[in-house]
């Protein structure tokens, strides 16, 4: 029997019966409009944003739809061996766009089989920030002082703001889900379709990074691939964060 705190840091025994993708491929959703509104306003220090939906109805921009087609053609263009043949996807709208828009791509090239399951799971979805949630750098520092110190005292690994959760929430529901698709998805490459937060988990989780070594990455890009190849009994990293595919023109 596999022990359990090596299936849920990512590395079981290199036993008999050990289950994993063999490639698993990561990719956070194209820019979303959102991204646009929030990198305008830390860039002016605006209090507010005009966004008036859930978080989880945030579609996106017209560059992060782009961005969807060229994940589609890169995805297209892996080896056979190598295209995932399902996707597990976070539930929110960026995600599911990204995912809709890359696999119609994948498939329109005739790469990929129409039929690909595509899976919806809540554990992947974006990390909730509870009373920060839509607020702008300054508005936080403005209408939430003490929040924004403790955030700076505790780190973002650690800190969890009122009726949100912190990295480290995000990282269990995480290992849960890794543990499932393991099971799911053994032997077959697979895509997962979620956010910045949850790849930086996958990533947290996987190659057991500590947390100066998690807080020195920079951010997840929209539509990077990340990868990790399964060897030896554990998936092991084959890839961070490349966005090389999405300055390629559309032939």
């Known amino acids: 029997m596999t022990e359990l705190g090596t299936i849920l840091n990512g590395h079981r025994n290199h036993r008999e019966g050990t289950r994993l993708p063999s490639l698993l491929i990561a990719t956070r959703h194209g820019e979303s409009t959102a991204n646009v509104e929030f990198k305008h306003a830390d860039a002016t220090g605006a209090l507010t944003v005009p966004i008036t939906s859930r978080d989880a109805d945030i579609p996106l921009s017209m560059r992060g739809q782009a961005q969807a087609q060229a994940l589609g053609r890169w995805w297209a263009a892996l080896p056979a061996?190598?295209?995932?043949?399902?996707?597990?996807?976070?539930?929110?709208?960026?995600?599911?766009?990204?995912?809709?828009?890359?696999?119609?791509?994948?498939?329109?090239?005739g790469a990929v089989p129409v039929t690909i399951p595509v899976r919806q799971d809540e554990r992947l979805r974006d990390r909730e920030?509870?009373?920060?949630?839509?607020?702008?750098?300054?508005?936080?520092?403005?209408?939430?002082p003490s929040e924004a110190a403790r955030r700076r005292r505790m780190g973002e690994l650690h800190y969890r703001p009122?009726?949100?959760?912190?990295?480290?929430?995000?990282?269990?529901?995480?290992?849960?889900?890794?543990?499932?698709?393991?099971e799911e998805e053994d032997g077959h490459p697979v895509l997962v379709v979620a956010h910045d937060?949850?790849?930086?988990?996958?990533?947290?989780?996987?190659?057991?990074?500590?947390?100066?070594?998690?807080?020195?990455?920079?951010?997840?890009?929209?539509?990077?691939?990340?990868?990790?190849?399964?060897?030896?009994?554990?998936?092991?990293?084959?890839?961070?964060?490349?966005?090389?595919h999405l300055d390629r023109p559309a032939s």
């Open 129 to 144: 920030l509870g009373v920060l949630e839509m607020l702008t750098k300054a508005a936080i520092e403005k209408e939430h």
């Open 197 to 244: 937060c949850t790849v930086l988990m996958l990533r947290y989780i996987l190659d057991r990074l500590t947390e100066p070594d998690l807080i020195a990455l920079e951010p997840v890009r929209n539509c990077s691939a990340s990868r990790w190849r399964a060897d030896c009994g554990r998936l092991v990293p084959d890839g961070w964060n490349d966005t090389g």
């Open 162 to 182: 009122p009726g949100g959760e912190s990295w480290l929430d995000v990282a269990l529901r995480v290992r849960s889900l890794l543990r499932d698709l393991g």
């Open 81 to 109: 061996a190598d295209r995932p043949r399902s996707v597990w996807c976070s539930p929110y709208l960026r995600t599911t766009e990204t995912t809709r828009i890359a696999l119609a791509q994948a498939c329109g090239l």
